[in-house]
């Protein structure tokens, strides 16, 4: 039976510079094990709690039996939190850079187990409860998501805002950004393997890691699993390093910008979709439906939902290539399919037609306006609009070709 190492031998795995640290065996106390699975807590200032965090989860390794170790990521710690980590067994690295998810990439780029589980130090986590995290991954589970509305929040564990209003909200928007069905996208509290890991490619340096792991998980097409986790009350003598207002706006603004057919593709969609309609059906003049009179405000209105709904429309097609980079399957069959027959050729011809179609309009109406004389030219206000409209619509299109079309070709060339 495995065990982790002892408070006593922690000296050995204090420096990341030691080598791959090693656990025991109890079989064999002179065999050295590789950890299956490393515990990385973020720390900045714990030295309260932090010892108690990580007694239990070397407690949980002894427990289920397997070689295990625990990782302090310390993110500029000005109090003897490295000090109490080392003394109580956990190995110790250093991120210099602050931030929250830039602690954890720190922590989790030096963990050695196949498995990671990660948790605040504040003990608001029983960090005796790991064994389910371990159990469904070892059914298949790429990532284990912690939920605490299942499992249970105590009184004052959450702050009212955050618990009927911030979590609710921004786990709802993401569960459509991202298609998880995920009921606690911000639990800290979740497991992971080292190879989903890789795949997920979290950057980001803040609060909104969290969200970025779920949504590289589901762009990578990993199988995630929720398990109720229970919070409690955080046993710091210190503000929390959370800040309602400044990181809930970041992890919405990580949301929407990751989720192209949300911010570009549907709402650029729906405007161009309504812009030819309207110039459609007053493309030769007035339309009267009902009371109400539909006139060259209209039509004015139409173009430039057009011209707008084709301009953030293309942008999400760029957007989404951009993603693509990350999450190859993030560009789906139906954009690949799309992206194969609006090629470059195709494209001009498109944009040359409507610039062309735009073109002849304007000149049957010089020529009008030419054999009038200077005389009126009421009933050709609408179709001059349109005219315009097209010929505008058809040097976006030709422009936007070339630049998809340089976009593909540098994906396709990397690729490669």
């Not at 070892?138 to 105590?154: L, T, Y």
């Amino acid at each position: 039976m495995e065990v982790p190492l002892k408070p006593g031998a922690a000296g050995a795995m204090a420096s990341p510079d030691a080598g791959v640290p090693t656990a025991r065996s109890n079989l064999d106390p002179g065999a050295a094990v590789r950890p299956l699975v490393s515990v990385v807590m973020p720390c900045l200032n714990e030295e309260r709690t932090l010892g108690i965090c990580v007694d239990k989860a070397l407690c949980a390794f002894r427990e289920m039996g397997m070689a295990g170790e625990v990782v302090i990521a310390d993110n500029g710690s000005t109090d003897s939190s490295v000090e109490v980590a080392r003394a109580h067994g956990a190995r110790v690295v250093h991120q210099p850079l602050k931030g929250y998810g830039a602690a954890l990439q720190a922590g989790i780029d030096a963990a050695v187990g196949e498995f990671i589980i990660m948790g605040d130090a504040d003990d608001s986590y029983d960090w005796t409860a790991i064994a389910p995290f371990v159990e469904e991954w070892r059914k298949g589970s790429d990532m284990v998501m912690g939920n605490r509305f299942r499992g249970g929040i105590e009184s004052d564990a959450m702050p009212a805002l955050h618990r009927y209003l911030g979590n609710p909200v921004l786990s709802f928007i993401s569960r459509l950004a991202f298609r998880v069905p995920l009921g606690d996208f911000h639990c800290g509290m979740r497991g992971f393997s080292k190879a989903a890991y890789e795949k997920m490619r979290p950057r980001t340096p803040g609060m909104e890691f969290a969200t970025e792991m779920i949504a590289g998980a589901a762009r990578s097409g990993l199988k995630i699993t929720e398990i109720p986790v229970t919070l409690y009350p955080d046993k710091r003598d210190r503000p929390p390093h959370l800040r309602p207002f400044r990181d809930g706006w970041r992890h919405l603004r990580f949301i929407v910008t990751y989720a192209p057919h949300y911010l570009y593709l549907i709402p650029g969609a729906t405007m161009l979709a309504i812009g030819v309609v309207l110039q459609m059906l007053l493309a030769t003049g007035p339309l009267q439906v009902g009371n109400l009179y539909m006139g060259i405000h209209y039509l004015a209105l139409g173009g430039l939902l057009m011209l707008i709904g084709f301009n953030v429309l293309s942008m999400g097609v760029i957007a989404k290539l951009i993603v693509a980079d990350r999450y190859p399957l993030a560009l789906g069959g139906k954009m690949m399919a799309l992206l194969k027959v609006f090629n470059l050729e195709r494209a001009l011809v498109l944009g040359g037609t409507l610039f062309l179609a735009g073109l002849a309009v304007a000149t049957v109406i010089f020529w009008i306006w030419l054999s009038r004389a200077g005389g009126s030219m009421d009933e050709t206000v609408h179709p001059a609009f349109v005219a315009g409209h097209l010929m505008v619509m058809g040097v976006n299109v030709m422009f936007f070709a070339f630049i998809l079309h340089l976009a593909i070709s540098e994906r396709d060339s990397e690729g490669t």
